[in-house]
Protein backbone atom coordinates (compact mmCIF):
# COMPACT_ATOMS: atom_id res chain seq x y z
CA UNK A 1 0.00 0.00 0.00
CA UNK A 2 1.34 3.19 -0.59
CA UNK A 3 2.02 5.53 2.44
CA UNK A 4 -0.24 8.25 0.92
CA UNK A 5 -3.41 6.29 0.27
CA UNK A 6 -6.79 5.96 2.21
CA UNK A 7 -5.74 2.09 1.93
CA UNK A 8 -2.29 2.46 4.23
CA UNK A 9 -4.63 5.44 6.39
CA UNK A 10 -7.37 2.47 6.90
CA UNK A 11 -5.13 0.01 8.33
CA UNK A 12 -3.41 2.26 10.37
CA UNK A 13 -6.29 3.30 12.01
CA UNK A 14 -7.81 -0.51 11.90
CA UNK A 15 -4.89 -2.14 14.38
CA UNK A 16 -5.19 1.22 16.69
CA UNK A 17 -8.87 0.35 17.43
CA UNK A 18 -8.09 -3.11 17.65
CA UNK A 19 -5.27 -2.15 20.54
CA UNK A 20 -8.48 0.32 21.82
CA UNK A 21 -11.23 -2.42 21.78
CA UNK A 22 -8.48 -4.97 23.42
CA UNK A 23 -8.20 -1.95 26.41
CA UNK A 24 -5.44 0.20 25.16
CA UNK A 25 -5.76 4.06 25.32
CA UNK A 26 -5.66 5.91 21.93
CA UNK A 27 -3.21 7.95 22.19
CA UNK A 28 -0.77 4.89 22.92
CA UNK A 29 -2.63 2.81 20.42
CA UNK A 30 -1.84 5.42 18.06
CA UNK A 31 1.60 5.64 19.19
CA UNK A 32 2.43 1.76 18.72
CA UNK A 33 1.08 2.10 15.34
CA UNK A 34 3.17 4.58 14.38
CA UNK A 35 6.11 3.04 15.21
CA UNK A 36 5.56 -0.31 13.19
CA UNK A 37 4.75 1.84 10.13
CA UNK A 38 6.95 4.16 8.03
CA UNK A 39 3.93 6.01 8.14
CA UNK A 40 4.45 10.17 6.76
CA UNK A 41 3.49 13.08 8.83
CA UNK A 42 0.35 13.48 6.46
CA UNK A 43 -0.03 9.60 6.48
CA UNK A 44 -0.42 9.71 10.80
CA UNK A 45 -2.59 12.42 10.55
CA UNK A 46 -5.12 10.41 8.27
CA UNK A 47 -4.60 7.58 10.51
CA UNK A 48 -5.59 9.90 13.87
CA UNK A 49 -8.06 11.10 11.91
CA UNK A 50 -10.13 7.92 11.40
CA UNK A 51 -9.23 6.79 14.63
CA UNK A 52 -10.72 9.72 16.84
CA UNK A 53 -13.92 9.34 14.41
CA UNK A 54 -14.29 5.63 14.64
CA UNK A 55 -14.23 5.94 18.31
CA UNK A 56 -17.16 8.40 18.03
CA UNK A 57 -19.14 5.86 16.45
CA UNK A 58 -19.01 2.80 17.55
CA UNK A 59 -21.87 2.16 19.33
CA UNK A 60 -23.39 2.60 15.62
CA UNK A 61 -20.98 0.41 13.74
CA UNK A 62 -20.93 -2.42 15.67
CA UNK A 63 -24.34 -2.29 16.00
CA UNK A 64 -24.28 -2.40 12.08
CA UNK A 65 -22.34 -5.44 11.84
CA UNK A 66 -24.12 -7.59 14.14
CA UNK A 67 -27.06 -6.91 11.78
CA UNK A 68 -24.48 -7.69 8.71
CA UNK A 69 -22.25 -10.20 9.69
CA UNK A 70 -23.53 -13.79 11.53
CA UNK A 71 -20.59 -13.59 14.48
CA UNK A 72 -18.15 -10.88 15.20
CA UNK A 73 -15.69 -10.42 12.62
CA UNK A 74 -12.15 -11.93 13.48
CA UNK A 75 -9.68 -11.22 14.16
CA UNK A 76 -9.31 -8.20 16.04
CA UNK A 77 -7.69 -6.36 13.14
CA UNK A 78 -10.63 -7.11 10.69
CA UNK A 79 -13.05 -6.31 12.89
CA UNK A 80 -11.09 -2.76 13.32
CA UNK A 81 -10.73 -2.20 9.41
CA UNK A 82 -14.68 -2.64 8.87
CA UNK A 83 -15.47 -0.26 11.96
CA UNK A 84 -13.22 1.91 10.51
CA UNK A 85 -15.21 1.77 6.98
CA UNK A 86 -18.14 1.96 8.21
CA UNK A 87 -17.32 5.04 10.23
CA UNK A 88 -16.42 7.42 6.72
CA UNK A 89 -19.83 5.41 5.31
CA UNK A 90 -22.52 6.47 7.85
CA UNK A 91 -23.80 10.13 7.83
CA UNK A 92 -23.17 12.29 10.27
CA UNK A 93 -25.21 15.08 11.12
CA UNK A 94 -24.03 18.21 10.18
CA UNK A 95 -20.50 16.93 8.77
CA UNK A 96 -19.27 16.83 5.16
CA UNK A 97 -18.58 12.69 4.11
CA UNK A 98 -15.09 12.71 4.73
CA UNK A 99 -14.19 10.62 1.40
CA UNK A 100 -16.67 9.68 -1.87
CA UNK A 101 -18.13 6.05 -0.34
CA UNK A 102 -17.03 3.97 -3.38
CA UNK A 103 -13.08 5.33 -2.75
CA UNK A 104 -14.23 4.00 0.79
CA UNK A 105 -14.88 0.53 -0.11
CA UNK A 106 -12.66 0.01 -2.98
CA UNK A 107 -9.60 1.19 -0.27
CA UNK A 108 -10.89 -0.73 2.44
CA UNK A 109 -10.68 -4.04 0.26
CA UNK A 110 -7.22 -3.41 -0.64
CA UNK A 111 -6.36 -2.73 3.13
CA UNK A 112 -7.73 -6.09 3.45
CA UNK A 113 -5.65 -7.94 0.30
CA UNK A 114 -2.71 -6.44 1.83
CA UNK A 115 -2.48 -7.95 5.19
CA UNK A 116 -1.91 -11.91 5.75
CA UNK A 117 -4.13 -11.24 8.74
CA UNK A 118 -7.11 -10.32 6.72
CA UNK A 119 -6.73 -11.10 2.74
CA UNK A 120 -8.89 -14.40 3.71
CA UNK A 121 -12.09 -11.82 4.26
CA UNK A 122 -11.43 -9.33 1.29
CA UNK A 123 -14.50 -10.49 -0.01
CA UNK A 124 -16.43 -10.54 3.25
CA UNK A 125 -15.44 -6.70 3.70
CA UNK A 126 -16.54 -5.78 0.35
CA UNK A 127 -19.92 -7.01 0.55
CA UNK A 128 -20.81 -5.50 3.93
CA UNK A 129 -19.59 -2.17 2.94
CA UNK A 130 -21.64 -3.07 -0.27
CA UNK A 131 -24.78 -4.08 1.39
CA UNK A 132 -24.32 -1.17 3.84
CA UNK A 133 -24.98 1.50 1.15
CA UNK A 134 -27.19 -0.03 -1.07
CA UNK A 135 -29.69 -0.77 2.53
CA UNK A 136 -28.63 1.99 4.49
CA UNK A 137 -31.63 3.88 5.05
CA UNK A 138 -33.11 0.99 6.76
CA UNK A 139 -30.28 -0.72 8.59
CA UNK A 140 -29.72 2.78 10.59
CA UNK A 141 -33.44 3.21 11.09
CA UNK A 142 -33.00 -0.78 12.70
CA UNK A 143 -30.00 -0.81 14.68
CA UNK A 144 -31.07 3.47 16.06
CA UNK A 145 -33.47 1.91 18.38
CA UNK A 146 -30.58 0.51 20.52
CA UNK A 147 -29.17 3.19 22.50
CA UNK A 148 -25.94 2.20 22.22
CA UNK A 149 -26.23 2.67 18.53
CA UNK A 150 -28.64 5.74 18.88
CA UNK A 151 -25.77 7.81 20.91
CA UNK A 152 -22.12 5.99 20.65
CA UNK A 153 -21.88 5.26 23.93
CA UNK A 154 -22.71 2.01 26.71
CA UNK A 155 -25.83 1.51 28.42
CA UNK A 156 -24.33 2.42 31.94
CA UNK A 157 -23.18 5.73 30.87
CA UNK A 158 -25.90 6.69 28.79
CA UNK A 159 -28.11 5.50 32.03
CA UNK A 160 -25.82 7.05 34.31
CA UNK A 161 -25.88 10.51 32.14
CA UNK A 162 -29.62 10.65 32.33
CA UNK A 163 -30.02 9.87 36.08
CA UNK A 164 -27.35 13.34 37.26
CA UNK A 165 -28.89 15.34 34.53
CA UNK A 166 -32.27 14.52 33.24
CA UNK A 167 -33.09 18.04 31.49
CA UNK A 168 -29.61 17.92 30.15
CA UNK A 169 -28.38 14.42 29.16
CA UNK A 170 -29.35 14.48 25.39
CA UNK A 171 -27.03 17.56 24.96
CA UNK A 172 -23.95 16.29 27.13
CA UNK A 173 -24.41 13.01 24.98
CA UNK A 174 -24.34 14.91 21.78
CA UNK A 175 -21.50 17.37 22.89
CA UNK A 176 -19.26 14.86 23.40
CA UNK A 177 -19.68 13.12 20.13
CA UNK A 178 -18.46 15.84 18.16
CA UNK A 179 -14.75 16.57 17.61
CA UNK A 180 -13.24 19.59 19.95
CA UNK A 181 -12.85 22.94 19.18
CA UNK A 182 -8.84 24.15 18.75
CA UNK A 183 -8.68 27.08 22.29
CA UNK A 184 -5.48 28.29 22.96
CA UNK A 185 -3.88 30.13 25.88
CA UNK A 186 -2.03 33.41 24.83
CA UNK A 187 1.06 33.70 27.32
CA UNK A 188 1.17 36.88 29.09
CA UNK A 189 4.64 36.80 29.37
CA UNK A 190 5.25 37.29 26.14
CA UNK A 191 2.23 38.72 24.08
CA UNK A 192 -1.26 40.06 24.85
CA UNK A 193 -4.54 38.53 22.87
CA UNK A 194 -4.90 41.65 20.79
CA UNK A 195 -1.66 40.91 19.51
CA UNK A 196 -1.67 37.58 19.13
CA UNK A 197 -4.88 38.06 17.15
CA UNK A 198 -3.13 40.22 14.82
CA UNK A 199 -0.76 37.50 14.87
CA UNK A 200 -3.30 34.86 13.67
CA UNK A 201 -4.67 37.34 11.52
CA UNK A 202 -1.30 37.85 9.23
CA UNK A 203 -1.34 33.72 8.97
CA UNK A 204 -4.78 33.94 7.43
CA UNK A 205 -5.83 32.26 10.69
CA UNK A 206 -9.47 32.94 12.09
CA UNK A 207 -9.98 33.59 15.47
CA UNK A 208 -11.86 34.57 17.88
CA UNK A 209 -11.25 35.87 21.92
CA UNK A 210 -13.36 33.61 24.35
CA UNK A 211 -11.47 34.74 27.56
CA UNK A 212 -9.02 36.61 29.35
CA UNK A 213 -5.98 34.86 27.47
CA UNK A 214 -8.58 32.49 25.46
CA UNK A 215 -8.22 32.29 21.72
CA UNK A 216 -10.29 29.56 19.61
CA UNK A 217 -9.40 29.26 16.01
CA UNK A 218 -12.90 28.95 13.87
CA UNK A 219 -11.17 25.76 12.02
CA UNK A 220 -8.36 23.43 13.55
CA UNK A 221 -5.05 23.28 12.08
CA UNK A 222 -1.56 21.06 13.19
CA UNK A 223 -0.10 22.34 16.38
CA UNK A 224 3.23 22.59 14.04
CA UNK A 225 1.11 25.49 12.42
CA UNK A 226 0.13 27.55 14.57
CA UNK A 227 2.17 30.25 15.02
CA UNK A 228 4.41 31.10 18.26
CA UNK A 229 3.41 27.46 19.48
CA UNK A 230 7.14 26.65 19.43
CA UNK A 231 8.34 29.76 20.61
CA UNK A 232 6.25 29.19 23.98
CA UNK A 233 3.92 31.96 23.05
CA UNK A 234 0.62 29.82 23.14
CA UNK A 235 -0.57 26.28 24.71
CA UNK A 236 -3.51 24.36 23.74
CA UNK A 237 -5.56 24.69 26.55
CA UNK A 238 -9.99 24.07 27.05
CA UNK A 239 -11.29 27.27 27.35
CA UNK A 240 -12.99 25.44 30.89
CA UNK A 241 -9.38 24.64 31.94
CA UNK A 242 -8.24 27.61 31.81
CA UNK A 243 -10.50 28.85 34.58
CA UNK A 244 -8.18 26.87 36.98
CA UNK A 245 -5.01 29.18 37.66
CA UNK A 246 -7.09 32.51 38.15
CA UNK A 247 -9.48 30.90 40.63
CA UNK A 248 -6.16 29.97 42.81
CA UNK A 249 -5.10 34.01 42.74
CA UNK A 250 -1.19 33.25 42.87
CA UNK A 251 0.60 36.18 44.08
CA UNK A 252 4.48 36.95 43.68
CA UNK A 253 5.96 34.87 46.44
CA UNK A 254 4.10 32.53 47.06
CA UNK A 255 4.24 28.83 47.43
CA UNK A 256 2.04 26.55 45.63
CA UNK A 257 1.70 23.16 45.20
CA UNK A 258 0.45 21.69 41.75
CA UNK A 259 -0.81 17.78 42.38
CA UNK A 260 -1.24 15.85 39.90
CA UNK A 261 0.19 18.26 37.35
CA UNK A 262 1.22 16.27 34.75
CA UNK A 263 0.53 17.67 31.63
CA UNK A 264 1.94 20.73 32.73
CA UNK A 265 -0.93 22.68 31.08
CA UNK A 266 -2.28 24.00 34.25
CA UNK A 267 1.45 24.37 36.01
CA UNK A 268 2.93 26.99 32.62
CA UNK A 269 -0.58 29.05 33.10
CA UNK A 270 0.28 29.15 37.28
CA UNK A 271 3.68 30.51 36.34
CA UNK A 272 2.11 32.55 33.79
CA UNK A 273 0.25 34.50 35.93
CA UNK A 274 3.24 35.50 38.47
CA UNK A 275 6.60 35.25 40.13
CA UNK A 276 5.98 31.91 42.56
CA UNK A 277 7.64 29.53 43.95
CA UNK A 278 5.57 26.00 42.60
CA UNK A 279 6.41 22.50 42.91
CA UNK A 280 4.62 20.23 40.11
CA UNK A 281 3.76 16.61 41.28
CA UNK A 282 2.81 13.70 39.57
CA UNK A 283 3.30 9.58 39.54
CA UNK A 284 4.04 8.77 35.85
CA UNK A 285 7.17 9.35 34.61
CA UNK A 286 6.51 9.84 31.08
CA UNK A 287 3.74 12.55 31.79
CA UNK A 288 5.98 14.09 34.00
CA UNK A 289 8.61 14.02 31.28
CA UNK A 290 5.72 16.50 29.60
CA UNK A 291 5.79 18.87 32.27
CA UNK A 292 9.65 19.31 31.51
CA UNK A 293 8.86 19.63 27.89
CA UNK A 294 5.83 22.11 28.43
CA UNK A 295 7.81 24.50 30.51
CA UNK A 296 11.03 24.70 28.68
CA UNK A 297 8.81 25.36 25.47
CA UNK A 298 7.45 28.28 27.83
CA UNK A 299 10.62 29.23 29.35
CA UNK A 300 9.25 28.71 32.55
CA UNK A 301 10.50 26.84 35.72
CA UNK A 302 9.48 25.04 38.14
CA UNK A 303 10.37 22.10 40.69
CA UNK A 304 8.88 18.60 39.64
CA UNK A 305 9.06 16.02 41.58
CA UNK A 306 7.94 12.62 41.46
CA UNK A 307 5.37 11.61 43.97
CA UNK A 308 2.06 9.96 45.21
CA UNK A 309 -0.57 13.16 46.26
CA UNK A 310 -2.53 10.40 48.59
CA UNK A 311 1.16 10.27 50.58
CA UNK A 312 3.46 12.42 52.20
CA UNK A 313 6.75 10.75 51.62
CA UNK A 314 7.71 13.74 49.39
CA UNK A 315 6.64 16.97 51.20
CA UNK A 316 9.08 19.09 53.05
CA UNK A 317 6.93 19.71 55.53
CA UNK A 318 6.65 23.14 54.35
CA UNK A 319 2.87 24.55 54.11
CA UNK A 320 1.62 26.31 50.98
CA UNK A 321 -0.48 29.30 50.16
CA UNK A 322 -1.99 27.69 47.66
CA UNK A 323 -3.10 23.99 46.53
CA UNK A 324 -3.61 22.92 42.99
CA UNK A 325 -5.73 19.43 43.05
CA UNK A 326 -6.71 18.32 39.75
CA UNK A 327 -7.81 14.99 41.12
CA UNK A 328 -7.84 11.40 39.12
CA UNK A 329 -11.62 10.89 37.68
CA UNK A 330 -13.14 9.11 34.29
CA UNK A 331 -12.57 12.04 32.50
CA UNK A 332 -16.22 11.79 31.50
CA UNK A 333 -16.36 15.79 31.31
CA UNK A 334 -13.78 15.51 28.21
CA UNK A 335 -14.87 12.60 26.31
CA UNK A 336 -14.77 14.39 23.07
CA UNK A 337 -11.12 14.62 23.23
CA UNK A 338 -10.42 11.36 24.48
CA UNK A 339 -13.59 9.48 22.89
CA UNK A 340 -11.97 6.19 23.55
CA UNK A 341 -12.52 6.69 27.16
CA UNK A 342 -16.16 5.70 27.10
CA UNK A 343 -15.68 1.85 26.15
CA UNK A 344 -12.69 1.90 27.67
CA UNK A 345 -13.91 3.04 31.33
CA UNK A 346 -16.13 0.78 33.84
CA UNK A 347 -19.43 1.87 35.83
CA UNK A 348 -17.42 0.88 38.91
CA UNK A 349 -14.48 3.34 38.17
CA UNK A 350 -16.58 5.78 39.20
CA UNK A 351 -16.80 4.89 43.12
CA UNK A 352 -13.09 3.73 42.81
CA UNK A 353 -11.52 6.73 41.55
CA UNK A 354 -13.38 9.14 44.05
CA UNK A 355 -12.31 7.18 46.98
CA UNK A 356 -8.69 7.50 45.70
CA UNK A 357 -9.85 11.58 45.24
CA UNK A 358 -10.85 11.85 48.38
CA UNK A 359 -7.76 10.19 50.25
CA UNK A 360 -5.44 12.97 48.10
CA UNK A 361 -7.87 15.87 49.17
CA UNK A 362 -7.52 14.65 52.63
CA UNK A 363 -3.78 14.94 52.61
CA UNK A 364 -3.20 17.89 50.63
CA UNK A 365 -5.32 20.02 53.01
CA UNK A 366 -3.15 19.43 55.87
CA UNK A 367 -0.15 20.97 53.93
CA UNK A 368 -2.57 23.70 53.19
CA UNK A 369 -1.17 26.84 55.54
CA UNK A 370 -4.02 28.26 57.70
CA UNK A 371 -6.05 31.25 55.50
CA UNK A 372 -4.69 29.39 52.10
CA UNK A 373 -6.71 28.51 49.32
CA UNK A 374 -7.24 24.95 47.74
CA UNK A 375 -8.80 24.56 44.02
CA UNK A 376 -10.30 21.35 43.37
CA UNK A 377 -10.02 20.11 39.82
CA UNK A 378 -12.10 17.20 38.36
CA UNK A 379 -12.83 16.70 34.52
CA UNK A 380 -15.52 14.87 35.48
CA UNK A 381 -19.76 15.53 35.12
CA UNK A 382 -20.48 12.42 37.63
CA UNK A 383 -21.71 13.84 40.99
CA UNK A 384 -19.64 11.36 43.22
CA UNK A 385 -16.72 12.93 41.45
CA UNK A 386 -17.55 16.32 41.26
CA UNK A 387 -19.92 18.03 43.87
CA UNK A 388 -20.39 15.01 46.37
CA UNK A 389 -17.00 15.00 46.96
CA UNK A 390 -16.93 18.45 47.30
CA UNK A 391 -19.59 18.63 49.91
CA UNK A 392 -18.25 15.44 51.62
CA UNK A 393 -14.86 17.29 51.91
CA UNK A 394 -16.27 20.44 53.55
CA UNK A 395 -18.45 18.65 56.02
CA UNK A 396 -14.98 16.49 56.99
CA UNK A 397 -13.05 19.57 57.19
CA UNK A 398 -14.92 22.29 57.86
CA UNK A 399 -13.39 24.18 55.16
CA UNK A 400 -14.93 27.34 53.89
CA UNK A 401 -15.94 27.14 50.67
CA UNK A 402 -15.41 30.15 47.88
CA UNK A 403 -17.20 31.46 44.84
CA UNK A 404 -16.40 28.82 42.35
CA UNK A 405 -18.42 27.66 38.82
CA UNK A 406 -19.03 24.20 40.30
CA UNK A 407 -20.27 22.16 37.73
CA UNK A 408 -19.79 22.81 34.31
CA UNK A 409 -21.44 20.85 31.66
CA UNK A 410 -19.62 20.04 28.05
CA UNK A 411 -21.15 22.32 25.64
CA UNK A 412 -21.26 23.27 21.90
CA UNK A 413 -22.62 26.85 21.90
CA UNK A 414 -22.28 28.55 25.55
CA UNK A 415 -22.57 32.25 25.40
CA UNK A 416 -18.84 34.17 26.91
CA UNK A 417 -18.69 37.60 27.33
CA UNK A 418 -15.28 39.40 25.75
CA UNK A 419 -15.59 42.15 28.56
CA UNK A 420 -16.37 44.93 26.27
CA UNK A 421 -20.27 44.74 26.22
CA UNK A 422 -20.26 41.90 23.20
CA UNK A 423 -20.79 38.24 23.68
CA UNK A 424 -19.56 34.96 21.66
CA UNK A 425 -20.30 31.77 21.39
CA UNK A 426 -17.48 29.61 22.29
CA UNK A 427 -17.16 25.87 23.03
CA UNK A 428 -15.93 23.82 26.68
CA UNK A 429 -15.52 20.54 28.20
CA UNK A 430 -16.80 19.67 31.23
CA UNK A 431 -15.07 20.26 34.19
CA UNK A 432 -15.47 21.13 37.65
CA UNK A 433 -14.52 23.37 40.07
CA UNK A 434 -14.39 23.87 44.18
CA UNK A 435 -12.34 26.44 45.59
CA UNK A 436 -11.77 25.97 49.58
CA UNK A 437 -10.05 28.21 52.25
CA UNK A 438 -8.58 27.13 55.64
CA UNK A 439 -9.80 28.90 58.36
CA UNK A 440 -7.26 31.05 60.33
CA UNK A 441 -7.54 29.23 63.45
CA UNK A 442 -6.47 25.71 62.27
Same mark, same amino acid.
Given at each position: ????????????????????????????????????????????????????????????????????????????????????? !???? %? *? &??????????? @?? =??? +????????????????????????????????????????????????????????????????????????????????????????????????????????????? !???? %? *? &??????????? @?? =??? +????????????????????????????????????????????????????????????????????????????????????????????????????????????????????????????????????????????????????????????????????????????????????????????????????????????
Amino acid at each position: MKPDSLAFSLAGAAQAVAFVLEGTALPQALAKVFTQTDATPQARGAIQDIAYRTMRQVGRVDALMKVMTNKTPEPALLYGLLCCA !LTLL %V *P &VDGEDAPYEAF @VV =VDQ +AVTAASSSSHMVFAKGMVNAVLRRFLREQDELLKLVIKQPAAAWNYPQWWIDQCKAAYPDHWQAILNAGNRPPPLTLRVNRRQSTVEEYLRLLASHQIDATQIGPYAVR !LVKP %V *P &VVQIPGFEDGM @VS =VQD +AAAQLAAPLLDVQDGMRVLDACAAPGGKTGHLLELAEIDLLALDTDPARIQRIHDNLARLKLFAAIKDGDASRSGWWDRQAYDRILADVPCTASGVVRRHPDSRWLRRKTDTAQLAALSTRILDNLWRMLKPGGKMLMVTCSIWPLESENQAAAFVQRHGAVRLDAPGQLLPTLATIHSKGNGDDVSTEHDGLFYALFQKPLES
